[in-house]
């Protein structure tokens, strides 16, 4: 049986990787919470532009072309030379990609923080700021190679593999497959989410995101405020796909906390809240990616031994649970601001 190229990447291909652009460990390596790629906080002899440490991302292989990770370099340097505190790759040797022994991987400074205090409405007004300067520098161009947050992408053909691949059991494959053909019939009548690229009905229109903008992905400090990690998922969609994974609880807690966002956001940008419509569509699409993205990565040792639920008749029942309150939440009432 073959290894995972995975496998290969140990902590000595680590360092020499880090030497070959002129960054020398001095042994301490400490890898960090990342399942796609491989990524690893790395202590230096020598502070390098006054960081003691940096933090070494390994792409994934073939997940990306390079021309688009060089997008998503390109769009974090925008981002931080408008001043919006996002942490994107080192130029080392002229580059920001650099590739070693089979592997693509580019070296970011360590940011220090920890999860935001969702419950503050401060803390989300300052957030959404923030999240309003991102995307006026996102919607100051295209991106030409990376994909775009859409219906395709991330439901149906997630819910073709999954069934061509016979993934999910027998016993709850039909239920599974009902609803959620019944999720995906919803969330088309959302042109915005069915064909990316243009506005919907309502006018919403799509841009360069972060796209993966749950809390882990932000490092809060009480005297800086956030900073932006991880736009390994930056893509084109509607901009409320920035926000709703900053909602939690019960309606009345998201609404309150939605409101917070909104209020920091329009300090600097109009929020269209025709947007808010697409919010339960764009968590089921999430949901359905993630069952897929689990089965497809599961070659990968590290999923097996973080996941070991993962697959068995109870995840999909789970599931089958899940859809079904989408389903229901996809059929009330938006959100309001």
Same mark, same amino acid.
């Given at each position: 049986?073959?290894?995972?190229?995975?496998?290969?990447?140990?902590?000595?291909?680590?360092?020499?990787?880090?030497?070959?652009? &002129?960054? *020398?460990?001095? %042994?301490?390596?400490?890898?960090?919470?990342?399942?796609?790629?491989?990524?690893?906080?790395?202590?230096?002899?020598?502070?390098? =532009?006054?960081?003691?440490?940096?933090?070494?991302?390994?792409?994934?292989?073939?997940?990306?072309? /390079?021309?688009?990770?060089?997008?998503?370099?390109?769009?974090?340097?925008?981002?931080?030379?408008?001043?919006?505190? $996002?942490? %994107?790759?080192?130029?080392?040797?002229?580059?920001?990609?650099?590739?070693?022994?089979?592997?693509?991987?580019?070296?970011?400074?360590?940011?220090?923080?920890?999860?935001?205090?969702?419950?503050?409405? /401060?803390?989300?007004?300052?957030?959404?700021?923030?999240?309003?300067?991102?995307?006026?520098?996102?919607? $100051?161009?295209?991106?030409?190679?990376?994909?775009?947050? @859409?219906?395709?992408?991330?439901?149906?053909?997630?819910? @073709?593999?999954?069934?061509?691949?016979?993934?999910?059991?027998?016993?709850?494959?039909?239920?599974?497959?009902?609803?959620?053909?019944? =999720?995906?019939?919803?969330?088309?009548?959302? =042109?915005?989410? $069915?064909?990316? #690229?243009?506005?919907?009905?309502?006018?919403?229109?799509?841009?360069?995101?972060? %796209?993966?903008?749950?809390? &882990?992905?932000?490092?809060?400090?009480?005297?800086?405020?956030?900073?932006?990690?991880?736009?390994?998922?930056?893509?084109? #969609?509607?901009?409320?796909?920035?926000?709703?994974?900053?909602?939690?609880?019960?309606?009345?807690?998201?609404?309150?906390?939605?409101? =917070?966002?909104?209020? &920091?956001? /329009?300090? +600097?940008?109009?929020?269209?809240?025709?947007?808010?419509?697409?919010?339960?569509?764009?968590?089921?699409?999430?949901?359905? *990616?993630?069952?897929?993205?689990?089965?497809?990565?599961?070659?990968?040792?590290?999923?097996?031994?973080?996941?070991?639920? +993962? &697959?068995?008749?109870?995840?999909?029942?789970?599931?089958?649970?899940?859809?079904?309150?989408?389903?229901?939440?996809?059929?009330?009432?938006?959100?309001?601001?």
């Amino acid at each position: 049986m073959s290894l995972h190229p995975y496998e290969e990447l140990t902590p000595d291909v680590v360092l020499d990787a880090l030497a070959a652009v &002129g960054l *020398h460990g001095d %042994g301490r390596l400490l890898a960090l919470s990342s399942y796609e790629n491989r990524v690893y906080q790395v202590h230096l002899e020598e502070a390098h =532009a006054g960081h003691a440490a940096v933090v070494a991302k390994f792409y994934r292989p073939g997940r990306w072309s /390079e021309a688009q990770i060089l997008e998503e370099h390109a769009f974090a340097r925008e981002l931080m030379e408008a001043e919006v505190p $996002a942490v %994107g790759p080192l130029l080392l040797g002229g580059a920001t990609l650099h590739h070693h022994n089979g592997f693509a991987f580019s070296v970011s400074p360590r940011r220090g923080g920890r999860a935001p205090e969702l419950d503050d409405g /401060e803390v989300l007004e300052w957030i959404g700021r923030f999240l309003a300067r991102i995307h006026t520098v996102g919607a $100051a161009r295209p991106f030409e190679s990376r994909g775009a947050l @859409d219906l395709q992408t991330f439901a149906i053909e997630p819910r @073709d593999w999954l069934i061509a691949n016979h993934a999910i059991p027998l016993d709850v494959q039909a239920q599974w497959l009902k609803l959620c053909n019944d =999720a995906i019939d919803l969330i088309a009548a959302c =042109a915005e989410l $069915a064909r990316p #690229g243009g506005t919907n009905t309502s006018g919403a229109r799509v841009l360069r995101l972060h %796209g993966d903008c749950h809390p &882990g992905n932000i490092l809060w400090t009480p005297a800086a405020g956030p900073h932006f990690v991880d736009l390994d998922d930056a893509r084109t #969609g509607p901009a409320v796909q920035d926000l709703w994974m900053l909602l939690s609880g019960e309606r009345a807690q998201r609404q309150k906390q939605l409101g =917070a966002l909104i209020d &920091g956001y /329009e300090q +600097f940008r109009e929020f269209d809240r025709a947007e808010l419509a697409l919010i339960e569509p764009l968590r089921t699409l999430r949901l359905i *990616h993630y069952s897929a993205w689990l089965a497809r990565r599961w070659d990968d040792p590290a999923f097996p031994r973080a996941f070991p639920w +993962f &697959g068995s008749s109870d995840y999909w029942q789970g599931q089958v649970q899940m859809l079904e309150e989408q389903i229901e939440q996809m059929r009330e009432p938006p959100l309001v601001a």
